[in-house]
Each structure stands twice: as structure tokens, then as C-alpha cells.
């Protein structure tokens, strides 16, 4: 679960479940009593999403990046690292904004070197190519492609999520810990 606010959207204060049955879940947590119909439910993969999401804001719209086989990605685009936009409306609405190959099932994170500005999706190609990928938040376009042979790793667990921490980007493989510096 994703904790999202959507400012200028009815309602704002969101929370975002995704399913094992393909959908996302979009709830207002401000009025979580009893059983309910959520705001949103849309299919937004082809196959049972299992993995964390990374939750970020461009230009006034909010983002929600997972790791899952997107369904109703725009033209010509596909892969296993989905971005879905929520838009300030009464009620919001969902959306695919971009879908991009992070070759693996790894969970993705989001970085931004102010917190407001050039947001960057990172995807690990866990159980597939084992290599760090990184894609502009707002168009899904690849930043980081992976790197050379130095930045191959071991065998990277599905679900693993990259950590950043006073400057590197840490990944946790099988038997070893990689930094990745900025």
C-alpha cells in the first residue's frame, strides 16, 4: 500500500492497493469505515502485481511506479516497470503514463536531487539481466541502460528494492552488497 496525496484532486488524501488480480486500487483514507467502493479500480496489469511501488509528483500530477507486465501501455511502448498518473479531478482519475524494461522483478525506487525536480526510476533487472536501471519519471525514457561489465551483479532476488543513502545507490545481491555512486 501507497500512502498518495493528489492536491486540487476529490478526494486528495489517497491510498493505493495493488492487487494480485491485475487492478489498482485507489481509496480515500479519509473515510476508511466499514466496506466501500474505492474511488478507482483499474486493471493496470496483465498478470498479479507482487511488488512495492515508489510514489512521486511532476509538474502537478502524481506518479505511482511497480513492477509488473503493464496493460493499456501507451503506443509502442511496453516491458515490466509501469507508471501509472493520478490527475487532480473530482473523482481523480488513473492512468498509464509510460511503461519501460527493467529486465527483472526487482522494486523500484525514485530519486530527485531536490525532491521536486528531475525524478529518476530506478528498476533492478532482478532474476533477468541482474543490472540497475534508471528512467526519467515523467516520460519512462531510459537514463541508465545498465552499464558495462563493473556494473553487472550476482543473482539479484525478484522483489529486491535499491537504497539510497548519503549519496551511493546500495543493491543487495545473493552474496554481495553493490554501491553505485551518483
Same mark, same amino acid.
Given at each position: 500500500?501507497?500512502?498518495?496525496?493528489?492536491?486540487?484532486?476529490?478526494?486528495?488524501?489517497?491510498?493505493?492497493?495493488?492487487?494480485?488480480?491485475?487492478?489498482?486500487?485507489l481509496i480515500?483514507?479519509?473515510?476508511?469505515?466499514?466496506?466501500?467502493?474505492?474511488?478507482?479500480?483499474?486493471?493496470v496489469a496483465?498478470?498479479?502485481?507482487?511488488?512495492? $511501488? *515508489?510514489?512521486?509528483?511532476?509538474?502537478? /500530477?502524481?506518479?505511482?511506479?511497480?513492477?509488473?507486465? =503493464? #496493460? !493499456?501501455? @501507451?503506443?509502442?511502448?511496453?516491458?515490466?516497470?509501469?507508471?501509472?498518473?493520478? $490527475? *487532480?479531478?473530482?473523482?481523480?482519475?488513473? /492512468?498509464?503514463?509510460?511503461?519501460?524494461?527493467?529486465? =527483472? #522483478? !526487482?522494486? @523500484?525506487?525514485?530519486?530527485?536531487?531536490?525532491?521536486?525536480?528531475?525524478?529518476?526510476?530506478?528498476g533492478l533487472?532482478?532474476?533477468?539481466?541482474?543490472?540497475?536501471?534508471?528512467?526519467?519519471?515523467?516520460? !519512462?525514457?531510459?537514463?541508465?541502460?545498465?552499464?558495462?561489465?563493473?556494473?553487472?551483479?550476482?543473482?539479484?532476488?525478484?522483489?529486491?528494492?535499491?537504497?539510497?543513502?548519503?549519496?551511493?545507490?546500495?543493491?543487495?545481491?545473493?552474496?554481495?552488497?553493490?554501491?553505485?555512486?551518483?
Amino acid at each position: 500500500m501507497a500512502l498518495v496525496e493528489v492536491a486540487g484532486a476529490t478526494p486528495s488524501h489517497l491510498a493505493l492497493i495493488l492487487g494480485k488480480d491485475q487492478n489498482a486500487y485507489l481509496i480515500n483514507r479519509d473515510n476508511l469505515g466499514g466496506i466501500t467502493t474505492p474511488v478507482i479500480k483499474k486493471q493496470v496489469a496483465q498478470g498479479e502485481i507482487a511488488s512495492g $511501488s *515508489a510514489v512521486y509528483a511532476v509538474a502537478g /500530477s502524481t506518479y505511482i511506479a511497480f513492477n509488473g507486465s =503493464g #496493460a !493499456g501501455c @501507451p503506443a509502442g511502448q511496453n516491458g515490466d516497470l509501469v507508471a501509472m498518473q493520478v $490527475s *487532480a479531478q473530482n473523482p481523480p482519475t488513473l /492512468s498509464i503514463a509510460w511503461c519501460a524494461s527493467q529486465n =527483472g #522483478a !526487482g522494486s @523500484p525506487i525514485v530519486t530527485s536531487p531536490d525532491g521536486v525536480s528531475s525524478f529518476i526510476v530506478w528498476g533492478l533487472g532482478a532474476e533477468g539481466d541482474n543490472r540497475l536501471h534508471g528512467f526519467d519519471g515523467a516520460t !519512462g525514457q531510459v537514463i541508465f541502460a545498465g552499464g558495462g561489465n563493473a556494473e553487472q551483479m550476482d543473482m539479484v532476488q525478484h522483489f529486491q528494492t535499491p537504497i539510497v543513502a548519503k549519496g551511493p545507490m546500495y543493491v543487495g545481491s545473493s552474496s554481495k552488497l553493490y554501491a553505485f555512486l551518483p
